[in-house]
């Protein structure tokens, strides 16, 4: 078991090699062909700037070795020079912005899960009764609220209206300016979650091993406990990865709603500046994390299900 | 009819079910799968039970399990061992399940949790019911895989479902009804999804069951071979109705129903003897 | 298997798939019509559509005309400005009818686009299957490891913030998911009997994925648009309140949204008015789409 999930490992990560190279190889490609990139000529850039890039990526030498230096460096976790922040390399910023982005992604994936499971569970178990309906009603409510809308109805409502909370900024990771963005991005996700959940749930109440289960006079909740859940988390585990990628496209929305210096901020404010470096460099750190997303969902898959093999 | 008039002062009585009706609730309306069900079971005992899919076979005794889909509801009573199992609270009936009652289902393949071992499986019976250690019921898992002649047991208890083949599955099913040594065990269908040979050993473990532990069988089957080889009694349900009851050898050879005659005459004839 | 006979082509076209088809067809209109959450959300996306496209006929303002004496008017049915205006004085109503015709335009034809490049793709990798399937396949894998919406910004921040760009960046990416589905439906069909049947007559590949796989997809397809339109309108509008969708003088739910919480503590009703029509949109597609699924492939829940 163990060295067969070594082997699954070592294999996934190498079949996430080339994944990684097209990407890469994307970032390098937008880099060269965009309008105002480094690698163009028309641009007007101070002239450190320009040195620091004709250094970082030998704009002397052939393409392919320039690419080659640029996975190289990639490699050793160098995504090189921010593009308009002077003095400042993307490793900087991403690293001044990852602790604040891995707070909130983390925390609501969490939060997600917890919550979204266990609202799913108890409106299976209880069906076709008023819980079971009004958790569907709102999860569906907050499927229909986009985090764009949500978030500005929430800082509308507990920080302006009630002034409860603070509406926005860092402030060192305090726990009351995360509640509200770690709700507007864990909303979405409990609805999508919670109704996932239910309808996996009652497919397994539904199957012929708890049919069994039942018949051995066992009581509900041992039943719901040992033989449910294991079974009727599998689509959950599924939806990891996408729930990640959604909390990520959230967490952009968020941050700039609630004015956090996560990395979606620097992702938007690079975007708009057309800070080449600095987007190829966020999209290949999230695309990294999605791959390692997708193997860890696989591993927990065979964990879960025997009849999984790696 | 008669043999069920001289059971009642039976001390030998297992199971009486009377006037048992079944009803669903459906989008269509109101339906009754079963209607006025009467019959009985001793110990040591066979009843099997024959009829075409979707004559009530099943939810008859889904319905005195208490297994019956949520829409579903019964009339009628249930006597196992004095007890009612029909007016019984749920939490009541749990401790009769599993316990004095043991229930095989029709497909083994799909009955077993698939993500639990097969040792979980069965010990979780008696660590329920009768509080025994996880090690006592290993115990008790190894010993019941025996009765159902499972060679390698020691390695089975640590192999998943899907590792093991249909008959395979069918004879841990019955190990499961056999884990808290049961008065009572419902198979339903028991050998259909299995192979002629397979069939055939399964049927003859419920011979052993029934003379050696004294346990009441009852076999729902639409084989009437099958019933044959293993019956005491025979109960032949049509539409929901019991349509003829009596020992086995009474209603195969002297068939009173129309539709008992039908059944017996779609018996290939080498078959008939 | 023992008497081959000659099929008529006609026959196992009306035996397979045509009759049973229809009925499946006239059955899934009976069970969504008796769904009242589903017909109460078709009503809405039929009224919010209607408005958006004729509404602004009928109003007095102009979608861009401002309104130096009426900034921030709040909801007001005496001066024609039924859910106020903004902070050029324009007309909220309006903005909200024409940027509805915007969301709705780019929700339906960005999915067409996702749908045309993923029923193609799906039923060539199912159909064919092989190592031509495990290369189509292992390219969708590689492309759904790309967060998609940054690779979204990322092609509108290279070639420029483009409407029609727009509505092809968003198809070029929505189309994975749709392809996914078509081959694992596709090959499901493959083994069915009428497949077998027009293979043993002899009938061309490309006639049998064209008469009898695609209209056999026809349901999961229906019910996968109901579900993107709605995901594709929030992508739009995501874009847009980032300020790399639609841009001024044009609008768009979203970026009447994102103006709206700008300016939320001023005037509410810029950001409640916009999310409402929205919300309302999007529930009523799940609402379809759900009914739609149910309606057809019936499962008891």
């Not at chain 2, 002297?254 to 080498?270: A, F, G, Q, R, V």
């Not at chain 3, 648009?225 to 790399?244: A, K, R, Y």
């Not at chain 3, 009703?269 to 929205?278: D, E, Q, S, T």
Request: proline share 4%; glycine share 8%; charged share 15%.
């Amino acid at each position: 078991m163990r060295t067969n999930m070594i082997k699954f490992i070592v294999k996934r990560l190498l079949i996430a090699i080339p994944t990684l190279l097209v990407i890469i190889a994307f970032g390098f490609i937008m880099m060269r062909v965009a309008p105002g990139g480094p690698f163009t000529s028309e641009r007007a850039l101070p002239p450190e700037i320009e040195r620091n890039i004709q250094e970082a990526y030998n704009l002397n030498k052939p393409i392919w070795e320039q690419f080659y230096i640029y996975i190289k460096n990639l490699s050793v976790g160098d995504f090189g020079p921010s593009f308009k922040y002077k003095d400042f390399t993307v490793n900087e910023l991403i690293l001044s912005g990852l602790p604040v982005s891995v707070t909130l992604g983390l925390s609501s994936i969490i939060i997600s899960l917890f919550i979204g499971c266990f609202l799913g569970i108890v409106a299976a178990i209880k069906r076709n009764t008023y819980f079971d309906y009004s958790v569907m009603s709102i999860s569906l409510i907050g499927i229909c609220i986009p985090s764009f809308v949500m978030a500005p109805l929430l800082s509308l409502f507990f920080g302006l209206y009630l002034g409860l909370l603070p509406t926005s900024g860092w402030n060192g990771g305090n726990v009351l300016n995360l509640i509200l963005p770690i709700t507007a991005l864990s909303l979405p996700q409990i609805a999508v979650i919670s109704r996932m959940m239910r309808a996996s749930t009652i497919e397994v109440l539904n199957s012929n091993f708890i049919r069994t289960a039942r018949s051995k006079g066992l009581s509900p909740s041992y039943i719901v406990r040992k033989h449910v859940i294991r079974a009727s988390i599998l689509p959950i585990i599924e939806y990891l990865a996408p729930a990640s990628a959604g909390l990520m496209t959230g967490s952009i929305i968020v941050e700039q709603i609630f004015g956090l210096p996560g990395i979606g901020r620097y992702f938007v404010v690079g975007a708009l500046q057309r800070d080449y470096t600095l987007v190829s460099g966020v999209m290949i750190l999230y695309a990294s994390l999605l791959i390692a997303l997708i193997l860890v969902t696989d591993i927990l898959r065979a964990l879960l299900d025997p009849r999984v093999k790696l | 009819m008669q043999l069920t008039q001289k059971n009642i002062n039976n001390s030998n009585l297992l199971l009486k079910v009377n006037n048992l009706s079944v009803f669903f609730n459906t989008p269509e309306g109101n339906i009754q799968v079963v209607k006025d069900a009467n019959f009985s079971l001793n110990k040591g005992e066979c009843l099997g039970v024959v009829g075409e899919s979707g004559s009530g076979k099943t939810q008859t005794f889904f319905s005195i399990t208490g297994l019956l889909s949520s829409n579903g509801y019964c009339k009628g009573s249930a006597i196992f061992k004095g007890f009612d199992l029909i007016t019984s609270s749920e939490e009541e009936k749990r401790r009769y399940l599993g316990k004095s009652i043991g229930f095989i289902f029709q497909d083994p393949m799909t009955s077993l949790t698939p993500h639990m071992k097969i040792g979980k499986q069965l010990s979780e019976i008696a660590i329920f019911h009768e509080k025994l250690s996880s090690k006592l019921a290993m115990e008790r898992s190894l010993e019941v895989l025996d009765i159902v002649k499972m060679p390698k047991s020691r390695d089975l208890i640590n192999s998943y479902p899907h590792e093991l083949s249909g008959g395979m599955k069918q004879r841990i099913m019955i190990a499961i009804s056999l884990m808290c040594r049961p008065e009572l065990i419902i198979a339903d269908e028991p050998t259909t999804a299995l192979d002629v040979t397979t069939q055939s050993e399964i049927l003859s473990i419920f011979n052993d069951l029934k003379s050696n532990m004294n346990i009441g069988i009852i076999l729902i089957s639409h084989n009437i071979g099958v019933i044959a080889e293993t019956s005491d009694n025979v109960a032949v349900m049509k539409n929901g109705l019991i349509v003829e009851n009596g020992s086995t050898f009474n209603v195969l050879t002297n068939p009173k129903d129309e539709y008992t005659k039908h059944l017996l005459s779609c018996i290939p004839p080498w078959l008939e003897k | 298997m023992f008497g081959i006979r000659k099929y008529d082509n006609k026959m196992v076209n009306k035996g397979a798939s045509i009759v049973k088809g229809r009925s499946l067809w006239i059955d899934a209109r009976r069970r969504l019509f008796q769904n009242k959450a589903a017909v109460t959300a078709l009503f809405l996306l039929i009224v919010i559509s209607l408005l958006s496209i004729f509404g602004p006929f009928f109003l007095q303002h102009n979608f861009s005309d401002t309104d130096w004496g009426s900034i921030y008017q709040s909801p007001n049915l005496q001066t024609g400005h039924y859910l106020g205006t903004d902070g050029n004085g324009r007309d909220l109503l309006v903005r909200i009818l024409y940027g509805g015709r915007l969301s709705l335009s780019i929700g339906l034809i960005a999915t067409l686009v996702s749908v045309f490049i993923g029923v193609i793709y799906g039923t060539i990798a199912g159909y064919f299957g092989g190592k031509l399937d495990i290369f189509m396949m292992r390219v969708v894998e590689i492309l759904y490891a790309m967060p998609y919406l940054i690779f979204v910004i990322i092609l509108m921040v290279v070639f420029g913030r483009n409407i029609y760009f727009l509505f092809l960046a968003i198809g070029a990416v929505e189309w994975l998911t749709m392809a996914r589905i078509v081959r694992g439906q596709t090959i499901s069909l493959k083994e069915k009997e009428f497949i077998e049947t027009s293979k043993a007559l002899g009938q061309s590949d490309l006639l049998i994925i064209i008469k009898h796989i695609i209209p056999n997809l026809a349901g999961p397809i229906v019910v996968y648009i109901t579900l993107m339109v709605p995901s594709v309108i929030i992508l739009e509008s995501f874009l847009s309140f980032l300020g790399l969708g639609v841009q001024e003088p044009l609008t768009s739910w979203g970026v009447l949204i994102s103006e709206g919480s700008r300016e939320m503590e001023a005037a509410w009703w810029l950001l409640i008015f916009p999310g409402l029509f929205m919300v309302i949109t999007l529930a009523s597609l799940n609402f379809i789409g759900d009914g739609l699924r149910d309606a057809i492939d019936p499962k008891e829940y």
